[in-house]
């Protein structure tokens, strides 16, 4: 089963202008494919139908706890997109927002919608997220691997790692607002976790040295400014159970003297129980032009204040 906190795995700052735009890019890393809901699709799965938990226990753990924090990873990206679309914050500023009356539509206030790469993130999702990639296609379930052969799914996470990687660095060469780039920053390291995961995974099975080959492709991240503190803290050595008691014989692979990978910040290997501490999410601002004529915000505001009040 799986337990949900209210928090991103990352602190966001807030985009410095709505961008649209910039949200279809950075849709790439949600639904491309080797975006988030492939990485968590393959993992997911994976876990689900893997063969011999408890005679395959750290290999089985590695598998599933990657799978939350991909899970996590979903949630940070949409967010971002969410956010990019929907511009800078106004929290507590309500005069152009929530309480906003939507009732007028006659000035076509989703005009510039017409012209925007993803004009359907507007016209159907109401400047959502969807599970789609930057050009508007759908995430394509062909594109999960769960073979039931550990070497060759290992092998194929190892490599779904290091494209996922490179997908990232093209999608951060492409936008300036600090929103996405940080998405793009944080990402950049997990990933880079995973892929040395999976790549110890093999060497303990095989005897092959498959960590000779990172980083795959080679990204200096030292050159990515969103990613130093992700380093400086740590986070490119420690792989998290994502569960109170479970999960802990990743260890195993994990450990044991392992060090960072060159080219990081030196260190050993760490397996942390639980989860990071993560960060906010954003209050996006409603858009009652979107829900026009019938949009009554203040009644749904009372009501849920009053829904709120009875649960403490």
Known sequence: MFMRVDQLQAELPAPKRRDPNAAAALQELLGGK????????NYMFQSFNFRSKDKLKPFY?????ITAEELGHVELVSNGVAMLNNGPDNDGDTSDGDTSDGGDITGAPFEDMKDIRLAAAFLSGGGGAAPINSNGASWNNDFITSTGNVVVDLLHNFHLECGARLHKLRVYETLTDPTGREVCGYLLVRGSVHAHAYAL???????????KFLPTPNIDLSKIPESQKYLAEGSHRRLYTWSPKDYR????LWGNG?????????GELEVVEGMPDGGKIHQL???????????APEEMFEIAQKLTKKAR
Request: proline residues 10%; without cysteine; aromatic residues 6%.
């Open 34 to 41: 080797y975006g988030e809901m492939s990485t968590l699709g």
């Open 249 to 252: 014989e990743i260890a195993g």
């Open 201 to 211: 995974a093999l060497k303990k099975i095989t005897g092959v040295e498959i960590e």
């Open 258 to 266: 392992e060090q960072a990978l060159p080219g990081d910040p030196p």
């Open 61 to 65: 753990s590695l598998v599933a706890s």
């Open 285 to 295: 601002t409603g858009v009652p032009s979107a829900f026009t004529p019938d949009y």
